[in-house]
């Protein structure tokens, strides 16, 4: 049994972020390479994006702090604090409209 406050690493990862010059910071919470599942918490700090890129399998978001779009072609979907979004399947990009984090949660392709 492992236990995290995903509101503290939300925290740290925003004052990461902020200090970034990239703007954005994450940690790794659970899983990783050598598992199918994987979790991650991503801060962005305001106006910063994480760019388009595929999925790299089934994948679901939910907003941890602040606000963001979530952009797949013509398609956006807002999330703000305790919003939950299923990431499509297709090239998408996540852009913070204010300083925001998230928990990533990943199925790798097996």
Request: net charge positive; glycine share 10%.
């Amino acid at each position: 049994m492992d236990k995290k406050s995903l509101t503290a690493l939300a925290r740290q990862q925003l004052k990461l972020a902020a200090s970034a010059t990239s703007g954005r910071s994450s940690q790794t919470v659970y899983g990783g390479h050598q598992r199918s599942l994987r979790q991650t918490v991503i801060a962005l700090s305001a106006g910063k994006s994480l760019a388009e890129h595929d999925s790299p399998g089934e994948a679901t978001l939910l907003v941890l702090s602040g606000k963001l779009n979530l952009v797949c072609g013509t398609d956006e979907w807002k999330g703000s604090t305790g919003d939950f979004l299923t990431i499509p399947a297709h090239r998408h990009s996540v852009e913070a409209l204010e300083d925001v984090a998230f928990l990533l949660t990943v199925a790798m392709k097996g």
